[in-house]
Structure formats: structure tokens, C-alpha cells
């Protein structure tokens, strides 16, 4: 790639609907002439960042606070509402394992079903189909139909097809939580491996002990909006603090909440 | 605006491709999986609407079967065969296409790709039914003497344009079908009705020596492609004969507005599948 950065973000707005009382027939909507009660609730406000090439980096953040949603527009399955999203080349989303495979089919046929979805070329999943098997270990069931196969070996399959996709950005999304520690462990030696090849990784993890060792810098996002980003151990660090800071504030019964001068500015109260 | 890197996109179409036809694949090998008769409940199917639609109109109410010409075929079973298959795609496709969308939610809101190859999957798997379908009649017509395999290109030209009238409605419906799931159940009382607006069970020339059917009930009912289509098919099949130009430009109209349409709708709509499903 020509350009320096892998992934620019830049000013993206986010907002979903939250419907009280969906109207999702003909039938409601015309009577009640909308389609739906609903509040907008901006899971993301106005979120900058850029990621180089060829780096790791973390978003991290309590839940709710929009990372899964930034994630998920640059792997383009939402569409942000305000600002853009530009991915410098081949994405490829472990947003689930296995998402897509048909229960009825083996392995072998979902192997190329899922590299399909995941825009990998039957010529190209010919080639590797002998190293996603044995990546997954489980080569003596390849030819099962995959509703037999346990969650961990669907889960396993799932992985290997995606991480041999070798996209240029790889954006993964809490993931790792499944799966034997032996089988985590290869994992984390295969991200090692992709980012010396030249990839570059995003990860949503709430394991600050997996963003501090698999991330070089990360970005710390709050109620939607960018809290902080820069190098991984200062935002972790900031986080962790807050985290602190706010279980202080919060837990030896605190005064009424004085309107004209808030004790902490920056923890922001949920906006409702 | 979501910028698209313009080098992404020939390589989503090449993506798309390949996956269409992985979906495809998908579908045909799973469609009559743990099924024992498998692929032959294609054949089952329309054999058995044959047999029930031959004893009623023929033993029932004792309707004169029409004549082919120049194939000179006198069968109620080839002439109601040659109307229902080409039917009976156009019925299980829609179908497959508008739940295509709902169906792979779980897909939608996990990985990118091009959305509009679902319901075309649905679509191209009932056509390999289609096509096998019509394969067969083509042999049982061998052995009634009638040497249908000249018109197989005609015919080829009418199964491509019709798979495109049928794939812009499934669009169309597939993704309005995300935020109105009256849509499905709606499609069933449509299909009813347009069922007995085509030439299936009855031929055309029915409609137009009817005194009571005049000029514009007769413009309206001529509005309706699948007349169009199904008088191409039965041409081809039946009569043993081309479809005249004026059949092959409705067929052809159809199939355009209908793509058109269909993927204005879709590209309208794809953006927010993630969010409402």
C-alpha cells in the first residue's frame, strides 16, 4: 500500500434507533402513520482516529461505549451516518466464528462456503485448504456435517478459515474468549506471525492483559466518543485509572450530585 | 459519505461472484438433503401437480385439451407441463428470494459482502431446478416423436430472461421484506392470483374468445409479463415452434424494468439491513 495508514477514521457519527414500539407491519404503520416509537441514541459521536500499517491496535472501553459499533463500520456492516471510514486494502471481520456455515454441510463444503463469504477465491482456498484443516485440527471429521461437530471444533474451523484469508487489515472482535487455553495460545501466535507479515489488527477486547501484550497502541472510547489514544500502556493506564477513580466516586454512598459544580468533570454521567 | 477505495471494487465483484456461486452450491446441496428421494422430488413436485390438474380438467369437467401446432401434440399432461414448470420457478424463487435477506440475519450482521448475492442465489438455485426440469420434459418430448432440441437456444434465451424478471422482484421483495415481514405472506395471496392471471392451466386463445373479457380487461391482462413468458415456454415446448419477436421484446422489457427497479430498491435499502434485522 502507498499509503501509510491502514485504516482512517475520520469524524464518524453513528446513531441507532431505539424503538419503544415497533411498527413491523403494513398494517401498524398505516394505522399509526410511522413505524414505530422509537428515541435515536448516538452509539457513536464524532470518533477520529487513524491506524498505520502493519501495527496492532486496541479499542477498549466499558460496554456500550461504541467499540463493537466503530468496529463494525470499518468492516463496512453498518454504514456511518455522519464522517467516513477508508480501509486501505483486504478486510477480513472475526466479529463471530463460523458465522454462515450450513449445518447440514461438512466441514470440507463449508470450508470453501465460508472463504466464499469471507471473498476469498476458490483458486486461493484450493491452495490452502490443506493449511486451514491442520490449523484447526480437525482433519478426521473434515468430511462431518458441521452440526455434529462440537462448539469448540465448529469454533476452531471457523478461526482457521478466517485467519487464512490473510486480509491486510484483520479486525477482531472478542474472539479469543473461546476455545482451549492450547488452542488460545495458537492464536496469539498467529496474530504475531500476521502483524510481522506485514498486517495490520484491530482488537475489541475488554482483557487489558491481551490488548497490553498483543497491541501497540490503542484507543480508549467512551459513550461513544474518543476518551483517549496513543500508546497502548499510557490508554490502558488512563482507563484503568478512571475505572478506579470512578468506583471511588461511586461507592461510599456520594452526595447529592451538585449541579453547578460536578466533583469529577471528565467521568460524564450517561447522557440519557 | 462512506468512501469506497475504487481498487476494492474489482475485487468485491470478483468476491461476489465466487460467492454467488458458493450460495448457490449451498442451496442445491442442501435443498433435498435428508431427503430419500433427494434431487427426484424436482420431478415428484411437478409430476404430481400434473397428474392432479390432468384428472380435474380432464375427467372432471372435461375440458378438450388444445391442440399444438405445428407439433400437432393433443396432451393435456405436455400442455399443462410446459406452462407449470416455468411457473413453478417463478413461484418457489420469489418465494426464496423475499425470506433470503431475514433468512441469513445472522450472516448480515457479521460479515460484508455484497448483500444483493442472496436473494440471486435463492433465484439461480430454483433456475438449476428449472433447467433440470425442463431437460427431462425435453427427453419425454423425444419419445413422443417431437425434436424439441432445435429450439434449446430459444429456449435458453427465455430461461436467462426470465431468471433476471424474476430476480428483480426477488430484490425488490427481499429487502422490503426486512422491515415488513407482511411481505412474505403477502407474496402468497399475489402469487395465488397471478397464478390464474398466466396461460398455465388454460391457453391463451381462452381468454381472448371470451365476449365477456373486452378491450381494456384484455390490455390488462396482456400488462402481465408472465403471459408473456408463459406463451414463449409453450411455444417452445408445446407447440414446437419460436417465440414470435414481439413475445422475445415483452420478455425482454420485462426482464430490464424489472432489474432496474429491483436494484434501486435493494441498493436503497441494503445500507440499513445490519441495524433492522
Redo the contacts between chains.
Keep these: 500500500m502507498s499509503d501509510q495508514n491502514a485504516v482512517i477514521v475520520e469524524n464518524v457519527s453513528k446513531k441507532?434507533?431505539i424503538y419503544h414500539e415497533r411498527n413491523?407491519?403494513?398494517?401498524q404503520?398505516v394505522l399509526r402513520r410511522s413505524?414505530g416509537v422509537y428515541e435515536e441514541f448516538w452509539a457513536l459521536k464524532d470518533v477520529s482516529l487513524t491506524i498505520p500499517v502493519a501495527s496492532s491496535y486496541g479499542l477498549i472501553g466499558e460496554n456500550g461505549s461504541g467499540k463493537s459499533t466503530l468496529l463494525?463500520c470499518m468492516?463496512?456492516?453498518?454504514?456511518?451516518d455522519e464522517g467516513?471510514?477508508?480501509?486501505?486494502g483486504?478486510?477480513s471481520?472475526l466479529?463471530?466464528l463460523g458465522?454462515?456455515f450450513?449445518p447440514?454441510?461438512s466441514g470440507r463444503?463449508n470450508v470453501?462456503?465460508n472463504g466464499?463469504?469471507?471473498?476469498i477465491?476458490?483458486k486461493e482456498l484450493n491452495r490452502k485448504f490443506d493449511e486451514i484443516v491442520a490449523f484447526s485440527g480437525i482433519e478426521r471429521f473434515i468430511d462431518t456435517p458441521v452440526k455434529n461437530y462440537s462448539s469448540g471444533m465448529y469454533v476452531r474451523l471457523g478461526f482457521s478459515i478466517a485467519i487464512n484469508v490473510s486480509p491486510d487489515v484483520l479486525l477482531v472482535d472478542e474472539v479469543l474468549a473461546v476455545g482451549d487455553a492450547e488452542f488460545q495460545m495458537r492464536c496469539a501466535d498467529k496474530f504475531t506471525e500476521l502483524k510481522g507479515s506485514g498486517c495490520t489488527i484491530v482488537v475489541v477486547s475488554h482483557s487489558m492483559e491481551m490488548v497490553q501484550s498483543l497491541c501497540d497502541s490503542a484507543a480508549w472510547l467512551e459513550h461513544g466518543s474518543l476518551k483517549m489514544s496513543g500508546p497502548a500502556d499510557q490508554v490502558i493506564r488512563g482507563y484503568l485509572d478512571h475505572v478506579a477513580h470512578n468506583r471511588e466516586a461511586t461507592a461510599p454512598a456520594p452526595a447529592a450530585p451538585d449541579p453547578v459544580a460536578p466533583i469529577v468533570p471528565d467521568t460524564a454521567v450517561p447522557a440519557p | 459519505?462512506?468512501?469506497v477505495?475504487s481498487n476494492?471494487r474489482a475485487?468485491d465483484f470478483?468476491?461476489a461472484r465466487?460467492?454467488l456461486?458458493?450460495?448457490t452450491?449451498?442451496e442445491n446441496?442442501?435443498k433435498y438433503?435428508?431427503s430419500t428421494l433427494g434431487w427426484a422430488w424436482s420431478m415428484v413436485n411437478p409430476l404430481a401437480t400434473m397428474l392432479i390438474f390432468t384428472f380435474v380438467f380432464l375427467y372432471v369437467f372435461g375440458v378438450d385439451p388444445p391442440l399444438g401446432s405445428p407439433s400437432g401434440l393433443k396432451n393435456f399432461g405436455f400442455f399443462l407441463i410446459s406452462g407449470l414448470l416455468p411457473w413453478n420457478f417463478l413461484s418457489a424463487g420469489l418465494t426464496a428470494a423475499t425470506g433470503s435477506v431475514v433468512a441469513?440475519a445472522?450472516?448480515?450482521?457479521?460479515?460484508?459482502?455484497t448483500r444483493a448475492v442472496l436473494p440471486a442465489a435463492s433465484v439461480l438455485s430454483w433456475n438449476t431446478n428449472l433447467l433440470i426440469e425442463l431437460g427431462v420434459l425435453s427427453v419425454a418430448l423425444i419419445f413422443v416423436g417431437q425434436f424439441v432440441f432445435v429450439y434449446l437456444p430459444a429456449a435458453l434465451v427465455v430461461i436467462v430472461l426470465q431468471m433476471f424478471f424474476v430476480l428483480g422482484i426477488g430484490l425488490c421483495l427481499g429487502a422490503l421484506n426486512v422491515?415488513?415481514?407482511?411481505i412474505e405472506h403477502f407474496l402468497q395471496i399475489l402469487l395465488l392470483l397471478w397464478f390464474y392471471a398466466t396461460p398455465i392451466i388454460y391457453p391463451t386463445s381462452l381468454v381472448f374468445s371470451n365476449p365477456r373479457i373486452t378491450g381494456p380487461l384484455k390490455t390488462v391482462y396482456l400488462l402481465n409479463p408472465m403471459v408473456h413468458f408463459s406463451e414463449a415456454y409453450r411455444d417452445i415446448f408445446y407447440n414446437l415452434r419460436s417465440p414470435s419477436p414481439s413475445t422475445f421484446f415483452y420478455m425482454a422489457v420485462s426482464a430490464l424494468i424489472s432489474m432496474t427497479f429491483g436494484l434501486w430498491v435493494f441498493r436503497k435499502l441494503e445500507?440499513?439491513f445490519?441495524?433492522e434485522l
Aim: aromatic content about 8%; glycine content about 4%.
Design positions: 441507532f434507533r413491523q407491519s403494513i398494517k404503520m413505524r463494525k468492516a463496512k456492516i453498518l454504514v456511518p467516513s471510514v477508508v480501509v486501505n483486504s478486510i471481520a466479529l463471530e458465522a454462515g450450513h447440514e454441510l463444503e470453501f462456503l466464499a463469504i469471507l471473498g477465491s476458490s | 459519505m462512506n468512501k477505495a476494492t475485487k470478483a468476491a465466487s460467492l456461486i458458493n450460495l452450491l449451498r446441496r442442501s438433503k435428508r441469513n445472522g450472516l448480515i450482521k457479521k460479515v460484508y459482502f422491515y415488513f415481514r407482511d445500507a440499513k445490519a441495524e
